[in-house]
């Protein structure tokens, strides 16, 4: 990759809010504060600030989306899509990403500090939810003094805060990009989230969440991230990947990994619990079981909504199947709000979105233009 | 479930070989001996003893596939479909169903007593394959004094045996009926067992297989179980059973089970282990791995067979898909072998083999009537 083609270098900022007395509340109605949100921001705000995008990350992510920081050997996470003259173009729109709330990228977390304590807060951290990462969200936004989001985009989870805004922050928010998500998790997704979370807690090292300073819950962890690596894939995707190709010339008749896939699945396990929090990985599941905005809720009976959704799905994604995607169109339909709704062709799985896609790329850029002139329009 | 309607009571029997120096020699070169396989019989077998079956079993299953023993709340895995008047009708035939070598429900298998050492073999017991599985079979036949079996049959790991009959005893077996199986794991079979493997290997308890008169690895091993009792589900049968339903009123914020999911697989968990050896999980999923008859290895080219083929894949089993039966069935045309293949409709996902299907019944029991009236037409 050729770093002169994209952001270049970039640099985490910091931003601290709910100090004092000023707790944010929860969902759970505990209290909070202070907390501090890691973020990104990439090109310019324009002058009356209507250019600013928020993308949200997935599960694993974090504040760096795109670009390089120092001693980078990859670019963010999402530098296939944001940057200049990308999907999400950095010469035309501010582009904004910061760590969820419950995190461990710089944003405050279960591994904080407790200033109670002084010492991690571990399972002192209350459970959040998907409106709480939202509401810590929103305060950056003010921060950043913008009073209406251009676009909230994401995949996966990230998607699923970028329905949150609608349901949270409509007269915020002029356009929505959820991406490869849902709007409650079925019991099948919450299943696959328990069973991370059982092999975490399975882990004696986890000690009830507090390993700080002490030994990891690394295997547990590990298990828990070789699960989720296969839901990301599709049944084809791994097969043109790994087949059954052999490690060695012949089977082992040992437990070593024979295949290739075995290794693969290792390989991720290792390298995930060197860069994430065990608990974190358990709050921020959590999150997701309890995030519903079904029956309802994304948009009230009664409430008017000018807010534009691009719904993407992708066809060989049996993680979020894309019929949880047409779900809510049809719940939108009916609110008669805005939709454009697209089922992508990919063999990828639910990891689609997170590749290079021309498709998506091309919706996305489309989506923000007319989004963006339609905005400009209405203000002359 | 009226015990009267069925077999009744039920014993498991022991049959004993591979003593002295007469080893039985295992896909991976090595030797093992003596080997025991527990098994149970249901019906008479006929003067020409033309009218036995082999149930095989799957992964967590035993000898006890139907009937009640003493004490049995419920009857054995497979009484839906064995017994007077049922599919396998013990009216007319003989069943045989035997636990796997390397199993842990009275068949020799890790947990067995090492007559080199007197005490459990471990991991000193050698890998095992379907073949050896099959191989070890074989002597039970043998030793039940039956030449030809009328049929082989089995579901899932039960179906890979089915096939093996053929691959290795093709003149031993007149039909067999594969369900919901495959000829080859694919990567993704391959990935969720690998997933499985480690989570009971990352459990300090496992100490590298050496737990016996010890605390047993409980916790890796009902976590490997709750991965794969998400597999043998569909998203739409978990979405009938479970839906979102709460275990209480409202979310708890904290990390117990809040879905009935939840509760529902940490049981499926917990009970199993209190019924299965983890060493045995990882020695029987790893020979599922290995296991391969592909690329003609099924039915040598140029081999003439007369086994009639039954084959049934379930449309929402999406752990063993209905391509990968269709796969077989399309080779099976290009050998001229007899074969009738069946998709039935079904949202019970894999586990649709083991519950009550009139489909499936049906289907075995006129294909079971035709292939012993053949039989009998050949004989006269």
Not at 108 to 133: C, H, Q, R, W
Request: proline letters at 3%.
């Amino acid at each position: 990759m050729n770093k002169k083609e994209g952001l270049g270098m970039v640099r985490t900022k910091f931003f601290t809010f709910a100090e004092g007395t000023n707790k944010l509340v929860l969902s759970s109605g505990q209290r909070i504060g202070p907390i501090t949100l890691a973020y990104e921001t990439y090109g310019s705000l324009d002058k009356d600030k209507s250019n600013a995008i928020l993308i949200a990350h997935a599960l694993s992510g974090d504040a760096h989306a795109a670009g390089f920081q120092e001693g980078d050997k990859k670019p963010g996470w999402w530098d296939v899509m944001i940057g200049p003259h990308k999907a999400f173009d950095t010469t035309k729109y501010f582009v904004i990403c910061s760590n969820v709330l419950g995190g461990c990228k710089g944003t405050t977390g279960p591994s904080s500090i407790n200033p109670k304590t002084n010492k991690p807060y571990a399972l002192e951290f209350p459970l959040i939810t998907v409106s709480d990462m939202v509401n810590a969200q929103k305060y950056l936004i003010d921060h950043l003094g913008i009073k209406k989001l251009l676009c909230a985009a994401g995949g996966s989870m990230g998607g699923m805060q970028a329905l949150q805004w609608v349901a949270s922050y409509p007269e915020c928010v002029r356009s929505v990009i959820p991406i490869a998500t849902a709007w409650k998790h079925s019991p099948q997704q919450i299943a696959f989230d328990e069973v991370g979370r059982q092999a975490v807690m399975a882990d004696p090292a986890w000690k009830k969440g507090n390993y700080y300073g002490d030994t990891k819950p690394e295997r547990g962890l590990a298990v828990a991230r070789m699960i989720g690596h296969i839901t990301y894939m599709s049944d084809q995707s791994m097969e043109e990947k790994f087949s059954r190709k052999l490690k060695d010339k012949n089977y082992s008749f040992s437990f070593t990994a024979d295949f290739e896939v075995e290794g693969y699945l290792r390989y991720r396990g290792d390298s995930f619990v060197k860069r994430f929090d065990a608990n974190s990985y358990l709050y921020i599941t959590k999150a997701m079981d309890y995030f519903d905005l079904s029956g309802g809720k994304l948009i009230l009976q009664g409430k008017d909504i000018d807010t534009r959704f691009l719904m993407i799905a992708f066809q060989s994604d049996w993680l979020y199947p894309a019929y949880q995607s047409r779900e809510i169109v049809h719940f939108l339909k009916t609110r008669f709000a805005n939709v454009t709704s697209c089922e992508i062709k990919s063999s990828y799985g639910h990891d689609a979105f997170l590749l290079e896609n021309d498709e998506q790329a091309h919706l996305i850029k489309h989506f923000l233009k007319s989004t963006h002139n339609q905005t400009k329009d209405e203000k002359r």
